[in-house]
């Protein structure tokens, strides 16, 4: 259960930090940061970035995405722009346009 | 988990939140709400700017306007430093609200120091619950016993605990009574001040004369101001 949840039919002209899991069904138009885990549902969608210590994306991302530990980019998800994790799963059928940067 | 939306304890919203659904508020928002569903601001929970939905519960704090078409709901604990305008309305004891308080929907009153009489609706709050949240069960009413009206309420009692100062012994209450009419007549403070001193300084050729101070401060929230600038 996440502690912070953007619903499908809400949206964030803004930004979003949080110290712990944010799951968004909905949209954020800004970023999001958190300390905890992003998930991104499959009708969610963030237009900036997104950076947290797990970011898994079956929804739409349109901006750069930091991970600490994973980003999981799942079947039907679509990332355009650049990650920044130092583990990276992309699943068949998603979509991925951008860099990677895995570290060393 | 449907259309409920949450921000959690430790989440900030830095912008405006909009859309449908319900939301719960633990967290902090630094913008406005504007909601097709019912917004809860739990204890805890912060908004800075101003929230509109079809139906509003507060038990936390709001820095801004509060517009609910339907209810809204203060808690004991919530605290609201703004405009409140709801169809029905219900005031906890224990809650705080420092702003304009209106219901609409049937007849508009003034906006003036209608908290305490507002605050007897508790009831229709309690029969209208979408989701009844568990956890406000706070006694904080027994604890302290508030008025609801902060700020004004200091300013509300001053014509009483302050007598005019003695600057005019000379029977100021005559002149008063003529005044009070054209100071009722005008809402603005700052001119009602400065036309209710001259006539009374030209025939006296004195300064601070304190009969207007009485009538003035029973209208206006800032009465506490009027004192000073009628002894200039």
Redesign the interface.
Known sequence: M???????????????????D??I??RV??RVT?KGSVELGSRGAVEADVSGRTVSVAGSVTANVTATERVDLLAGGRLVGDVKAPRLTIADGATFRGKVDMGD | MARVSIIGPTSIVIGDVTGRGDLEIIGRVQGDVVLEGTVTVAPDGVVLGSIRAQGVRVAGRVDGSVVAKESLSLQAGANVSGDLVAARLGIEEGARVRGTVRTEGGDLEEDDDEDEVIADQSDDVDATPSEAPGGHERRRRDRRRRRAHGGGGGGGASPHAVPPPPALPTAPSVPATNVAPSSAASSSASTDSIGARSPQTNPSGRVGPPAPVVPALTKGVRGRRRPSSGQD
């Open positions: 996440s502690s912070t949840i953007i619903a499908s039919e809400l949206t964030i002209e803004g930004d979003l930090t949080s110290e712990d944010v799951h069904e909905g138009r800004g958190t």
